[in-house]
């Protein structure tokens, strides 16, 4: 039996002839807390990953999971889109990188806020004290007798 072949074009022409280009062109799925990243270390999405993430979301409720043959599919829709189409994703885009800088900084300010004083250094060598025994003699031997009758006695 032999295989065909078709060519990622082929195939992301034929998938955008399934999509249905009201759910991407304005996009379906525009709530940007959602395209938000998690973690302090990504950078938010830009106006063509977001429409991608879009037609990902629409080419999976039609049933094609081929990510190759989705991003070609989302590249050519972006390439075809009109300014006005393309604004609504520049807007969403705009507004989850605010709030990506707002939460950058709210993560910021909490790890400032949870660290760790700084510990004082540690001493390399231990004091050596006298034996806590010689310390209270010496404390006593000191102490004026209260009976006024020097015999001598000692507290030890």
């Keep these: 039996m032999a295989e065909i072949k078709f060519s990622t074009d082929f195939l992301a022409t034929s998938l955008i002839e399934k999509l ?10 525009n709530d940007p807390e959602s395209f938000v990243p998690t973690g302090r270390s990504r950078k938010p999405s830009n106006s063509f990953l977001i429409c991608r993430r879009n037609v990902c979301k629409e080419a999976k409720r039609k049933g094609t999971y081929n990510m190759r043959v989705i991003s070609k599919a989302a590249a050519l829709l972006w390439n075809n889109a009109t300014f006005e189409e393309k604004k609504v994703y520049k807007t969403i885009a705009k507004r989850v990188n605010e709030i990506h800088e707002i939460r950058k900084l709210t993560f910021n300010f909490k790890v400032k806020l949870t660290a760790q004083p700084p510990r004082a250094p540690s001493i390399s060598h231990q004091l050596h004290l006298p034996p806590i025994s010689s310390i209270l003699s010496s404390m006593f031997e000191t102490l004026p007798n209260s009976d006024q009758s020097n ?6």
């Design 20 to 29: 249905n280009r009201k759910n991407i062109f304005p996009p379906l799925f």
């Design 151 to 156: 015999t001598g006695t000692q507290f030890i």
